[in-house]
């Protein structure tokens, strides 16, 4: 497990860094993704710190499953109407570049995207 002291995401839930907030609970925390790869891109993340998927065991089930279930609400509320992605690049060989589970989530017209979107 990587040092929760210098992860940007913690830093992001405890106010240090600022963030463009679209949702935020006890547990979940959503924001716009500061490099967008579509007209729509936001991150979902856990309050509490967790490396990646890969870390995650059963007591996680939890909160897993709330940001499964509050991705669709918060992707229409983005302006997702006709469909959107969800990423979740997990480990170094995975594309993941900051050791704090998110999840990805982009949508908006494909011709609009940036390439590569993942």
Request: aromatic fraction near 6%; charge should be negative; hydrophobic fraction near 40%.
């Amino acid at each position: 497990m990587k040092s929760q002291d210098n992860c940007v995401f913690c830093k992001i839930v405890a106010g240090q860094i600022p963030s463009n907030k679209l949702y935020e609970d006890d547990d979940l925390l959503a924001f716009h993704d500061i490099h967008p790869k579509a007209p729509v891109h936001f991150l979902v993340i856990p309050k509490s710190h967790v490396d990646s998927l890969a870390e995650c065991g059963p007591g996680d089930a939890d909160v897993l499953a709330r940001i499964m279930l509050k991705v669709p609400e918060l992707a229409r509320l983005a302006g997702c109407h006709n469909g959107f992605r969800t990423v979740i690049n997990t480990g170094t060989d995975g594309g993941q570049e900051v050791f704090h589970l998110h999840l990805h989530v982009l949508g908006g017209p494909r011709d609009q995207w940036k390439s590569p979107a993942f």
